[in-house]
Every structure is written in structure tokens, then in C-alpha cells.
């Protein structure tokens, strides 16, 4: 990692520990000078007051000038851990963090995609947010950062991987009844291994599991038969199905031709008791890809 390079945890940490700093000694100082004054001057030792002060001048200097100061204090270093959360060091690799309705897809500038956020330890990394539908946050505690992602609003976040691990992302701004669920993570690993992972074209083979998982599509719908906010594709080949189509109900069976539908115009057929969220893929897949998702769906009986 590179020495020069202040990290976003660094830039928070220094500014929450000295504002918790600050507090803790105003609180213990505060709270021991009301303990000694109800003491020394307890009602029973002074049942009539003897003071004639009415004012002191450097007392009231004192609890002016010096409270402005810790606030002047607690200003500087949290405008300086802002921009050095908004300043991204040179050379820093980017990436683009897509947010739907209830799932995370990041691409790369190569053209790889994925559902988790694979970085390189001890690099800075530039994420450029972007959501397709609704507000969603992006959120990772360990790096301390959190920016919101407004539909057509650029935006973006910069961190440091320390160390290799996993590392949690969640959405922190409610985005509809999938968003508890709304969860992935970064995925930091060495230099060697993260270029390994760069450089494999994941698209040649790719399962459509793989591929279901990599456009985000089981966020919404589940393979096992869980209830989530889409119809689960286990057992939905070959079953009928209510939908709504061009506003009129209908029932069909789904097959091949229906899925591929579903997945290029999903609101060509919504089905019944689902409201119609999921974004068009047409011009967005290949079709060797969408043939594989459709295969690997037909297999889930």
C-alpha cells in the first residue's frame, strides 16, 4: 500500500476518535464538577447563600473562547476527512457499481461483470454508482464508507482493501420489500490473484447460474422455492401460470418462448401478485447467453 495514501478508514477513524475523544473528557470533566458542587455546597452546610459574586469575566472568557475552539477543532478535522473521502489518489482502478431492485452488479473496464466486488489488496479503487430504478446507499462498514445512489445522479466512492478478505456491502437506504436482502460483499485479493480473476473471460462456459447470478437476477427470485420478491424458477418450467398482459389476465404454460420473453420484455407477462420492477435485458445479453440462462432454468425442476 502505498505510504502517502490516506484510506478512508484512516480519514474516519482519526476524526470519530477525537470527537468521541472530546466528549468522553467533557462528560468526565462535566460530571465531576456536579458531583463536588452538590458536595461543597450541600444545602446542609449552606442552607442560606453567602456569595455576593454576580459576575466573573475570565470565567465567562473561559466557557466562550475555549468551547468555540473544540468546535473550530471538531469542524477542521471533519472537513479534512471529507475531502479526503472525496479526493481519489491518482491511479486508482475503477470500477462501475450498478444497483436494481433487490441486487448489486459491478463491471469492469474490460467488460467482466460480476455480483461481488473482487479489488486488489493495498490499491485504491474508484466506485462509480449508478441505480437503475430506485434510491439505494452504498454501504461498507469496514472501509467506512456510505454515498446514495439517486437514479440519473452521478456518483461515486474511493477505498483501500488493507488486507485480504471478504468484506460486507449492504444498501443502506429502503428500497422496497427486497431490501433487507440486498447484501454482497468485496472481495480483496492479492495483486497476482485479483489479475488472474481480471484477465479470465468469464463469458466462454459461463453457467447460467453463473450468468442468472452475475445480472443480479437472483436477488429477486430464488432457486430452491423461497418466496422473494419475483416467482422462484424452481419448478416454473412446464408450470401454468396466471399473468397480466397488456392489462388483460390470461393463463399460459411456461416454456422456452416465455422465458426468453420474460428475461428480454419481462413486462410483456407479469405474473399475478408480483408488481412489474424487473429491467428489460433486450440488447443487453447475447444470445448465447440468454440460451444458456433459459437451458439452465428449464433444468430446475
Request: net charge negative; aromatic share 10%.
Given at each position: 500500500?502505498?505510504?502517502?495514501?490516506?484510506?478512508?478508514?484512516?480519514?474516519?477513524?482519526?476524526?470519530?476518535?477525537?470527537?468521541?475523544?472530546?466528549?468522553?473528557?467533557?462528560?468526565?470533566?462535566?460530571?465531576?464538577?456536579?458531583?463536588?458542587?452538590a458536595v461543597r455546597y450541600h444545602h446542609r452546610r449552606h442552607p442560606q447563600p453567602t456569595s455576593q459574586v454576580s459576575s466573573n469575566l475570565w470565567l465567562e472568557i473561559t466557557w466562550t473562547v475555549l468551547p468555540t475552539l473544540i468546535v473550530l477543532a471538531m469542524f477542521y478535522y471533519g472537513w479534512a476527512g471529507y475531502l479526503a473521502l472525496r479526493n481519489v489518489p491518482e491511479g486508482a482502478m475503477e470500477v462501475k457499481a450498478v444497483a436494481r431492485m433487490w441486487s448489486?452488479?459491478?463491471?469492469y473496464e474490460?467488460?467482466?461483470?460480476?455480483?461481488?466486488?473482487?479489488?486488489?489488496?493495498?490499491?485504491?479503487?474508484?466506485?462509480?454508482?449508478?441505480?437503475?430504478?430506485?434510491?439505494?446507499?452504498?454501504y461498507v462498514p469496514a472501509f467506512r464508507i456510505k454515498r446514495d445512489m439517486v437514479p440519473g445522479m452521478d456518483n461515486y466512492v474511493w477505498f483501500v482493501a488493507p488486507e485480504a478478505g471478504s468484506y460486507h456491502v449492504f444498501c443502506a437506504e429502503y428500497c422496497g420489500t427486497g431490501h433487507a436482502d440486498m447484501i454482497t460483499r468485496v472481495e480483496a485479493l492479492p495483486e497476482g490473484e485479483f489479475i488472474a480473476w481480471l484477465a479470465r473471460v468469464e463469458d466462454e462456459g459461463a453457467g447460467g447460474e453463473d450468468l442468472l447470478r452475475r445480472h443480479g437476477c437472483l436477488g429477486c427470485h430464488s432457486l430452491d422455492g423461497a418466496q422473494m420478491a419475483g416467482p422462484t424458477f424452481k419448478g416454473l418450467y412446464g408450470r401454468e401460470k396466471r399473468v397480466l398482459s397488456e392489462g388483460r389476465e390470461r393463463t399460459?404454460?411456461?416454456?422456452?418462448?416465455?422465458?426468453?420473453?420474460?428475461?428480454?420484455?419481462?413486462k410483456a407477462d407479469v405474473v399475478v401478485g408480483y408488481p412489474p420492477i424487473m429491467p428489460d435485458y433486450e440488447g443487453r445479453l447475447s444470445e448465447e447467453d440468454l440460451e444458456a440462462m433459459v437451458e439452465f432454468l428449464r433444468t430446475l425442476q
Open positions: 500500500m502505498t505510504p502517502q495514501i490516506q484510506t478512508t478508514t484512516e480519514a474516519v477513524d482519526q476524526v470519530f476518535l477525537l470527537i468521541f475523544g472530546i466528549s468522553v473528557v467533557m462528560l468526565l470533566g462535566i460530571a465531576a464538577v456536579m458531583v463536588y458542587f448489486w452488479v459491478f463491471e474490460n467488460g467482466r461483470a460480476s455480483d461481488r466486488l473482487y479489488v486488489p489488496v493495498g490499491r485504491p479503487v474508484k466506485v462509480h454508482l449508478v441505480s437503475e430504478d430506485v434510491l439505494h446507499s452504498f399460459l404454460i411456461v416454456d422456452a418462448e416465455y422465458l426468453r420473453r420474460s428475461i428480454l420484455q419481462p
